[in-house]
T-cell receptor
Framework: ETGVTQTPRHLVMGMTNKKSLKCEQHLGHNAMYWYKQSAKKPLELMFV???????ENNSVPSRFSPECPNSSHLFLHLHTLQPEDSALYLCASSQEVFGIETQYFGPGTRLLVL | AQSVTQLDSHVSVSEGTPVLLRCNYS??????LFWYVQHPNKGLQLLLKYTSAATLVKGINGFEAEFKKSETSFHLTKPSAHMSDAAEYFCVVSGIMEYGNKLVFGAGTILRVKS
């Protein structure tokens, strides 16, 4: 089991719902990431936080809103999603932002938007 | 810009036979390269990484990969497949961006191991 946990593991929501994904890392890392993994597509980087400051937003629609209250926690707030947003959302952390050291991944939240 | 191509979307081997998962990369400088594995309903786990040290890199679970600059390849191998190796494997290259090195993921190769 990795030092990165994600909740919930599975989520089904309607297009008008508001929900949040939570990620927590127990590794003392300074950087955290949200990735989207869709079927038959490469992993897509969504957001990057370094020391609680957002350093990258990869042209992600505003219906996805990240929050990093401290270096151990990362949230992804979801509202008015579309069916094409159904995917596996992975959180990762690393010691420094985009260093060559390893990124440690959580198990992911599998999201289904109806 | 950096990119990575995994040449096979699916690979099927028999248990006890060798595994070869192919990866080619494109980078304008000396890259760092990684292989990650993802088992069903699990997150990604690092198998091994190359960071300009020895060109033959040994990882966990008996996997290894060889960095070949002349061929821009970083193929993943294992001498003898085990049923527990069945998973999806991602080749990853680090790419320079404003804030540091961004990880660029390949599309993945699904490894099936037959008994």
């Amino acid at each position: 089991e990795t030092g990165v946990t994600q909740t919930p593991r599975h989520l089904v929501m309607g297009m008008t719902n508001k929900k949040s994904l939570k990620c927590e890392q127990h590794l003392g890392h300074n950087a955290m990431y949200w990735y989207k993994q869709s079927a038959k597509k490469p992993l897509e980087l969504m957001f990057v936080y370094s020391l609680e400051e957002r350093v990258e937003n990869n042209s992600v629609p505003s219906r996805f809103s990240p929050e990093c209250p401290n270096s151990s926690h990362l949230f992804l707030h979801l509202h008015t999603l579309q069916p094409e947003d159904s995917a596996l959302y992975l959180c990762a952390s690393s010691q420094e932002v985009f260093g060559i050291e390893t990124q440690y991944f959580g198990p992911g939240t599998r999201l289904l938007v109806l | 810009a950096q990119s990575v191509t995994q040449l096979d979307s699916h690979v099927s081997v028999s248990e006890g036979t060798p595994v070869l998962l192919r990866c080619n990369y494109s980078s304008s400088y000396s890259p760092s390269l990684f292989w990650y594995v993802q088992h069903p309903n699990k997150g990604l786990q690092l198998l091994l990484k190359y960071t300009s040290a020895a060109t033959l890199v040994k990882g966990i679970n008996g996997f290894e990969a060889e960095f070949k600059k002349s061929e821009t390849s970083f193929h993943l191998t294992k001498p003898s497949a085990h049923m527990s190796d069945a998973a999806e494997y991602f080749c990853v290259v680090s790419g320079i961006m404003e804030y540091g090195n961004k990880l660029v993921f390949g599309a993945g190769t699904i490894l099936r191991v037959k008994s």
